[in-house]
């Protein structure tokens, strides 16, 4: 069964630093990967994929992330913080072939500091 | 263009009540989908619908129905609501082919059976 983690419930970063939010997957193929945002009462934004090609994928707000497929994670990262990007952040996992089972983790709060 | 949308926002109901959710997206997107969010658990997709005419069971479907009235609406139904019902729910969308797309939520509906 397919199924991604993010291993950290909670990541703190002061403004101007660079955050890492974790995620790692586990499928039988190769997957496509997702990375959203949800800011509170919202829906979820959005903010960049993975399909195939170049690992470092570039999306919205200055978000980045990269694929490892040798250590199965697709780790989303911004060079500098700003208070705005607290939110909390989910990643998904989409097997190739099955368009509409999108698997999600559990999110990770991120909380910037000014 | 007001992408996704649902209704109500906020809902209370009693143990053994029934209501349905409405979801309407404006995108032409043939993909639609219901989620439930509970904390620590990411999002759950409760059904799909891959095109107008068809539904799928997703990863939590007891308890609830849907109906794909159109290729705009997606309606989840619950016909005897249980305490263990009370989350979050979100529609989805994606689309129009088969490729790889992101999904774009609703707002959310926030559902209480007491």
């Known amino acids: 069964a397919q199924s991604v983690a993010q291993p950290e419930d909670q990541v703190n970063v002061a403004e101007g630093n660079p955050l890492t939010v974790k995620c790692t997957y586990s499928v039988s193929g190769n997957p496509y990967l997702f990375w959203y945002v949800q800011y509170p009462n919202r829906g979820l934004q959005f903010l960049l994929k993975y399909i195939t090609g170049d690992n470092l994928v570039k999306g919205s707000y200055g978000f980045e992330a990269e694929f490892n497929k040798s250590q199965t994670s697709f780790h989303l990262k911004k060079p500098s913080a700003l208070v705005s990007d607290s939110a909390l952040y989910f990643c998904?996992?989409?097997?190739?072939?099955?368009?509409?089972?999108?698997?999600f983790g559990a999110g990770t709060r991120l909380t910037v500091k000014p | 263009n007001a992408g996704v949308t649902q209704t109500p926002k906020f809902q209370v109901l009693k143990t053994g009540q029934s209501m349905t959710l409405q979801c309407a997206q404006d995108?032409?997107?043939?993909?639609m989908y219901w989620y439930r969010q509970d904390p620590g658990m990411g999002l759950r997709l409760i059904y799909y619908?891959?095109?107008?005419?068809?539904?799928d069971k997703g990863e939590v479907p007891n308890g609830y129905n849907v109906s794909r009235l159109n290729k705009r609406e997606f309606s989840l139904r619950l016909e005897s609501a249980a305490p263990s019902q009370t989350s979050v729910y979100f529609c989805?969308?994606?689309?129009?082919?088969?490729?790889?797309?992101?999904?774009?939520f609703g707002p959310g509906t926030r559902l209480t059976v007491t």
């Open positions: 619908s891959a095109s107008e005419g068809t539904t």
């Open positions: 998904a996992v989409r097997l190739r072939g099955n368009n509409n089972d999108m698997r």
């Open positions: 995108m032409n997107h043939n993909s």
């Open positions: 989805a969308s994606s689309g129009p082919g088969s490729g790889v797309y992101e999904q774009y």
